[in-house]
T-cell receptor
Framework: EAGVAQSPRYKIIEKRQSVAFWCNPI?????LYWYQQILGQGPKLLIQ????????DSQLPKDRFSAERLKGVDSTLKIQPAKLEDSAVYLC????????????????FGQGTRLTVV | TQLLEQSPQFLSIQEGENLTVYCNSS?????LQWYRQEPGEGPVLLVT?????EVKKLKRLTFQFGDARKDSSLHITAAQPGDTGLYLC??????????FGTGTRLLVSP
C-alpha cells in the first residue's frame, strides 16, 4: 500500500513570496490533516478535512494560509505572502475512519515539506 | 485550544538507562496515542490507549493512560541508541481531531 505522498520535499523562498504544498493521501482515507512543525516541537494542527469538507481550521492563519481538498482526495496548502516565522516542516497525514477513533485507528504521515523563508 | 505538555523537553542518557516521559493536559481525551519521529520523517504510531488506567507494553516500552484520561506516561527500560528520536503524545478528541503534545527529544548514547 502506497503511503502519504507530499511534494516538494524542500522549498526555499523569500519573504512575501507565495508557496504551495501538495499532498496525496492513502487511497480511500476520508480524513486528511495538515500540520505545521517548528524544529524540535510537536506538530500544530492547521486544518482537518473530512472528505472534501473542513472539520477544523481554528488554528489556520486565514489571512495568509489557505487549503483545499478537491473531490475529497488530493489537497494543497498555500501560503501567500510568506513570513520568516512560517519556516517549518509542513506535514500531511490521513486516516481511514469516518467515525470515532478506535484502538486501531491510526494517522499515517508523509515525510513533510521543509520550508525555509529568507 | 487543548494543550498537551510533555516533560522533559530533552533527555540525554546512556545506553542501558531507564527513563520516563510525561504527557499532561487539563483536557479529557477519548483516547491518547504515542508516536516516534525520526529526522526527515513523519511521526509513526507506537501505541493507542483508550481506557483510563490502561497500561500497554511494547517490548521495552510501557505506556500508561491516567485514570482521568488527562495524562499519560511512556517508560523505556534499558534504552538503546535505536530509541533515539522525538517522542510525541497525541490526544484524540471530537470528530477524529488529533492534537499533538510539545514533544520530548531523546538521545541515547552508546
Amino acid at each position: 500500500e502506497a503511503g502519504v505522498a507530499q511534494s516538494p520535499r524542500y522549498k526555499i523562498i523569500e519573504k512575501r513570496q507565495s508557496v504551495a504544498f501538495w499532498c496525496n493521501p492513502i487511497s480511500g482515507h476520508a480524513t486528511l490533516y495538515w500540520y505545521q512543525q517548528i524544529l524540535g516541537q510537536g506538530p500544530k494542527l492547521l486544518i482537518q478535512f473530512q472528505n472534501n469538507g473542513v472539520v477544523d481550521d481554528s488554528q489556520l492563519p486565514k489571512d495568509r494560509f489557505s487549503a483545499e481538498r478537491l473531490k475529497g482526495v488530493d489537497s494543497t496548502l498555500k501560503i501567500q505572502p510568506a513570513k520568516l516565522e512560517d519556516s517549518a516542516v509542513y506535514l500531511c497525514a490521513s486516516s481511514p475512519a469516518g467515525g470515532p477513533w478506535t484502538e486501531n485507528t491510526e494517522a499515517f504521515f508523509g515525510q513533510g515539506t521543509r520550508l525555509t523563508v529568507v | 485550544t487543548q494543550l498537551l505538555e510533555q516533560s522533559p523537553q530533552f533527555l540525554s542518557i546512556q545506553e542501558g538507562e531507564n527513563l520516563t516521559v510525561y504527557c499532561n493536559s487539563s483536557s479529557v481525551f477519548s483516547s491518547l496515542q504515542w508516536y516516534r519521529q525520526e529526522p526527515g520523517e513523519g511521526p509513526v504510531l507506537l501505541v493507542t490507549v483508550v481506557t483510563g488506567g490502561e497500561v500497554k507494553k511494547l517490548k521495552r516500552l510501557t505506556f500508561q493512560f491516567g485514570d482521568a484520561r488527562k495524562d499519560s506516561s511512556l517508560h523505556i527500560t534499558a534504552a538503546q541508541p535505536g530509541d533515539t528520536g522525538l517522542y510525541l503524545c497525541a490526544g484524540l478528541t471530537g470528530f477524529q481531531k488529533l492534537v499533538f503534545g510539545t514533544g520530548t527529544r531523546l538521545l541515547v548514547s552508546p
